[in-house]
């Protein structure tokens, strides 16, 4: 089975502080995803990776960066948190093989910024 | 960006009954993916379906990819206590270069025992 996890479910930091949250999966996938969730938004891709170094923006990239040194870990960067960005993140994962779309999510980071 | 229209946003249903869902777009997909998420938890993965008309079923659920590419439903048959949760569409555009998917909503299904 496909594993996802990420470093914290629950995370409470001040305005401005820099946050970091962590996320491993252990199906050797290349492709890796941060997506953030609100109520009546639905999922928003905030930026993806194909690859190891490799980032590509996706729908909502202000005010966050990311990091993939290891093929097996995304980390998304808040640089300067605030508190529009107090949301649940998703991080996913997916195969490059045949084409498979599947994205397998981990269990999410539910973040409040003060 | 592209738009997936899920239906209905929410339901509330009796125990024992059958659920259906659908989601529609103005675009044609390549692949429709159908999930669950219990609150407070990461998405799950039910349902992944590659072929147009393609029927698929995961025990007491069933998805179908639309002849036409631009729906799919997701039915539940004899609902239980756990089938509470949302339930999400998405699909992988046709011509779309990346591993990006398109997502609905969601459907808030709630089951009275």
């Known amino acids: 089975d496909v594993k996802v996890t990420q470093s914290s479910r629950y995370l409470v930091k001040r305005t401005g502080e820099k946050v970091f949250l962590e996320c491993v999966q252990d199906?050797?996938?290349?492709?890796m995803f941060w997506y953030r969730q609100d109520p009546g938004l639905g999922l928003r891709l905030i930026y993806f990776?194909?690859?190891?170094?490799?980032?590509e923006k996706g729908d909502i990239p202000e005010g966050y960066s990311v990091s993939r040194e290891k093929k097996e870990r995304f980390s998304l960067i808040l640089e300067s948190a605030s508190t529009n960005q107090t949301s649940m993140y998703l991080c996913?994962?997916?195969?490059?093989?045949?084409?498979?779309?599947?994205?397998?999510f981990g269990p999410g980071t539910r973040l409040t910024v003060t | 960006g592209q738009q997936l229209n899920q239906s209905p946003q929410s339901m509330f249903i009796q125990e024992g009954e059958d659920v259906s869902m659908n989601c529609t777009s103005s675009?044609?997909?390549?692949?429709w993916l159908w999930y669950k998420q219990d609150p407070g938890e990461g998405p799950v993965l039910l349902i992944a379906?590659?072929?147009?008309?393609e029927l698929t079923s995961n025990g007491r659920l069933t998805a179908q990819f639309g002849i036409t590419r631009k729906d799919s439903f997701l039915n539940i048959s004899a609902s239980i206590p756990s089938d509470v949760g949302i339930y999400f569409c998405?699909?992988?555009?046709?011509?779309?270069?990346?591993?990006?998917?398109?997502f609905g909503k969601g459907t808030k299904l709630s089951v009275i025992p």
């Open positions: 996913a994962s997916s195969s490059r093989d045949r084409g498979l779309y599947e994205q397998y």
């Open positions: 379906l590659y072929k147009a008309g």
């Open positions: 998405a699909g992988q555009l046709t011509g779309a270069g990346s591993y990006q998917l398109t």
């Open positions: 990776s194909y690859d190891v170094k490799m980032k």
């Open positions: 199906m050797d996938h290349e492709n």
């Open positions: 675009s044609i997909f390549n692949t």
